[in-house]
């Protein structure tokens, strides 16, 4: 299976799946225009790019929500204080590494443990 985000202005829409098949049963970039011409024949506009599931292409699978900067997909921004890393959002701090479980004060802008 193939995923296709439909991008408006930059944000991604919607997301939807193709079969292998309608994509011209080949890989990444190939299978994008045979998706994107099948997608056009379903009727739907717009502009469609290919997503990769497991991330190997475009940074990150895309979700509705995510940004398109015409290469990568990527996340909303999770917190004001954090900023972009490539394709991912990075916090000021990093979180501590002791095998507890963590969430972000944005506030205080640091790592609480959760109990």
Request: net charge negative; with cysteine; glycine share 14%.
């Amino acid at each position: 299976m193939a995923h296709f985000a439909k991008v408006e202005d930059g944000k991604v829409t919607q997301v939807i799946v193709v079969g292998n098949s309608d994509c011209g049963g080949g890989d990444f970039p190939s299978s994008e225009s045979a998706g994107q011409s099948f997608i056009a024949g379903l009727g739907l506009t717009g502009e469609w790019k290919q997503t990769s599931y497991s991330g190997s292409f475009r940074g990150n699978f895309a979700g509705v929500g995510y940004s398109y900067n015409n290469s990568d997909f990527i996340p909303p921004q999770p917190y004001p204080s954090w900023t972009l890393s490539g394709v991912q959002w990075v916090a000021p701090t990093a979180m501590p590494d002791d095998g507890e479980r963590y969430s972000w004060d944005e506030d205080t802008k640091t790592w609480v443990a959760m109990t």
